[in-house]
């Protein structure tokens, strides 16, 4: 990693020193999706896009290719930015999937890829430095990767957690178990795991259809914006079935922050990035002043 030193050192995002030797570049793929339907605000989906920029903008300078699948308006505002694939997959999700299920778009993404040896990253999940996917890529001995561990309290959402879906538990019970895999990063080497997770993934998509959506919310009083759902059946979901495989964790629980730090990796939490947009705005220009142009006049085509 010390070719790539001048450049990956860490410190706050886009932190670096000199110049930056060309990367070597990596047989590995990195799977990214942007499903636009779930974003209704013109100016988040803008924002989206330079967050989405960043992340392929590391990506690349760690030498990795990597693989988007989006749906039609997406097509359009990201067919500049150099994806080594740019795929419509995700106009293959449903009407009656409804928007607050928001993971849909990683799952019909690792579906067309295969699932099997391809990890898929989040847009706000940066990449900082070559080899961080490596032990995942050329350890097939690693079931699963994912983020990190962390805590779910389930009695935070009661009343949503008991209607989950989780093959093995019949409907309307609740598991026990109280903890969660971060799925900010995800893939998997084992066929059986994968299978069942997206299998799950997707008989969960009938269960919650639109219609049945609103009726549930509308019965029990819970806004959108309170729904976790997707939370539950992509993170402790994960932690459930990943029991008695090996997984692979990127960063610990405790001290994730300086760990991720260290590795050069880097996943913006929740919305606090929406909060940072010009940070990321300008840590774009820094890291690749010719995607930042592109995703700038990329903005100029949301309607």
Known sequence: MAEYGTYYYGGSMGSYGGETPQPTERKYTIVQSLWTKPIKDKQRLKDTLYVAALSLAYAHRSGYKV?????????????DFGYEELLPTLDDIPNTVPTELF?????????????????????????????ILDRFYENYKVDVICQQDEDFNHDLYDVKAKHMHIIGYPFGTRPSWTSSLNTGVVGFNNPVLASKYMRN?????????????????AENGVPSEDMHFDYILEQSTLSYMSIGYNVLTLVPTKG??????????????????????????????????????IARLATYKVK
């Open 201 to 217: 993934y997707f008989d969960a998509l009938l269960m919650y259809t639109k219609d049945k959506f609103e009726a549930y919310k």
């Open 103 to 131: 993971a849909a778009g990683k799952f019909f993404a690792l579906r067309a890829e295969g699932a099997l040896g391809k990890v898929h990253i989040d847009l706000d999940v940066y990449i900082k430095k070559p080899h």
């Open 67 to 79: 693989h988007m699948h989006t749906d039609r308006k997406g097509m359009e505002l990201l067919k």
């Open 256 to 293: 994730a922050s300086e760990v991720a730090d260290k590795i050069g990796f880097q996943h913006d939490w929740g919305c606090s990035k929406w909060n940072n947009m010009s940070l990321i705005r300008v840590n774009l220009q820094r890291v690749d002043r010719e995607l930042y142009r």
